[in-house]
């Protein structure tokens, strides 16, 4: 275990490139069907199943506050669906983002095919913030 505040470069000015900021704090590709499974990630100790199509990915090491920014894509299980990943959307209230991990759901926001929410086999999130 290695434990420091900050790195530099042997100059002692900039930090090394994996820790700069704008690099990915985390990342996660989840398979949210079935027993839900982390198939690869970065600071992401695990992901929790609420229910169908609603998740919440907890980092290892903790963000140092709450606006960070959440990129994600899932695959589209059924065309007919038109599935939408989100995270914060206007169900949601802004205690889904927290130092420790968010909440993602998947939606299907077209009630004609079925509304409500729905797993989807390939879920990414990348995480950037300070």
């Given amino acids: 275990t290695l434990k420091v505040n900050t790195i530099q470069n042997i100059g002692g000015t ?3 490139a ?7 704090k985390a990342w996660v590709n989840f398979d949210g069907t079935g027993t839900v499974a982390i198939k690869d990630s970065f600071n992401v100790t695990s992901i929790t ?23 994600l894509g899932h695959n589209h299980q059924d065309s007919n ?6 995270t914060g ?3 949601h209230t ?15 926001p077209d009630t004609s095919f079925g509304g409500g929410r ?13």
């Fill in 18 to 24: 994996p820790f700069q900021s704008g690099s990915a």
């Fill in 49 to 71: 199943d609420n229910g169908s199509g609603d998740y919440f990915v907890t980092f290892t090491n903790a963000m140092s506050d709450k606006n960070y920014a959440v990129v």
């Fill in 118 to 130: 729905s797993n989807s086999n390939r879920i990414c999130a990348a995480v950037f913030g300070d």
């Fill in 81 to 86: 669906t038109r599935q939408v990943g989100t």
């Fill in 89 to 91: 959307n206007p169900t």
């Fill in 14 to 16: 900039d930090l090394l």
């Fill in 94 to 108: 802004d205690s889904d983002y927290i130092t420790t991990g968010f909440r993602v759901t998947i939606e299907r």
